[in-house]
């Protein structure tokens, strides 16, 4: 599959091409939102025929990349050779900021390693989004049922990962402009732990792409907020994994004070309870 991104970073070319709209129109968050359904719509197509595969898939994220460089949003992203040089399938844990990383890692990790997610099961039954969803094997959460969902997870994630497929995992509960690693759950090292796999730990800052008040996943756009994504070195797991987590937290964490994320102090931390 061709790799959008061959070298180990990208950086958005400071002279990139902005859409005429964004010149007509401005920085209305419309002109993106337009653009995202419109490629939504196309892959939904494709998956209700059955045609939406890891290459399709791959592609139409790609657009949706190229979509917010012409609407003013600036990537910086680095770590993809973390990706190219681990071998078989991983578990990626990332911090969840908003809907772009969801929308954009199929671009940046199918073509290296096909994915699946462990997402929403509202997203999955969708009328818009559940076609396409449905086509990627997710590993569907309800997000009421912690032990449930533990079980889900564990049980459909292994049989993904001993088929060579690799998994994404957001531990955090809901998207969030700051990291509280209180909040970052074990599910990711739980499930790595028990198929034998490494993680790749990824920090994010995604907040160009903010989270709306009517419409959750679709806030305005903060064009001074440049887009910055780490993939990391892969951490391999021994015993419980408590250790690896805590690794995990602190590459995350050290990213996300780079780029001047809010991080929650460890002892402010430390006197909440792990959901998991």
């Known amino acids: 599959m061709k790799q959008f991104f061959p070298d180990n970073g990208y950086d958005t070319p400071s002279d990139a091409s902005l859409f005429l709209g964004t010149h007509l129109f401005g920085w ?23 045609v939406y595969d890891d290459q399709a898939l791959a592609e139409q994220s790609f657009l ?7 609407c003013g949003g600036k990537f910086h992203i ?3 050779q973390h990706i190219r040089g681990t071998e078989g399938p991983v578990v990626f844990v ?3 900021m908003s809907t772009l990383e969801t929308t954009i890692f199929p671009a940046l990790i199918t073509p290296i390693k096909s994915t699946s997610f462990v997402v929403k099961d509202t997203l999955v039954r969708g009328p818009v989004f559940g076609p396409v ?9 309800t997000r009421k049922d912690p032990r449930k969902d533990l079980t889900d997870v564990l049980e459909q994630g292994v049989k993904i990962l001993q088929k060579g497929r690799s998994i994404v995992i957001f531990p955090q509960s809901t998207r969030s402009y700051e990291f509280d690693p209180a909040r970052f ?6 499930l790595a732990s028990r198929a034998r796999v490494p993680i790749i730990p990824v920090a994010l800052k995604t907040d160009f792409w903010s989270n709306g008040i009517l419409l959750r996943g679709f806030g305005k756009l903060n064009r001074k907020e440049p887009i910055y994504i780490e993939f990391g070195p892969p951490v391999f797991l021994t015993g419980r994994g408590k250790e690896e987590h805590k690794k995990i937290i602190e590459f995350i964490s ?6 001047g994320v809010p991080v929650i102090p460890r002892e402010d931390a430390a006197m909440r309870t792990d959901p998991t």
Not at 64 to 70: L, N, P, T, Y
Not at 185 to 190: A, D, E, I, S, W
């Open 64 to 70: 949706i990349i190229k979509a917010v460089e012409g």
């Open 94 to 96: 990332a911090n969840h």
């Open 254 to 259: 050290s990213r996300l004070r780079e780029w």
């Open 28 to 50: 209305t968050r419309w002109n993106l939102y337009f653009r995202f359904f419109r490629i939504v719509l196309r892959s939904r197509a494709m998956a209700v025929r059955s």
């Open 133 to 141: 969803m449905r086509s990627l094997d997710p590993i569907a959460v």
């Open 185 to 190: 759950n074990t599910l990711g090292v739980k």
């Open 78 to 80: 680095r770590g993809f």
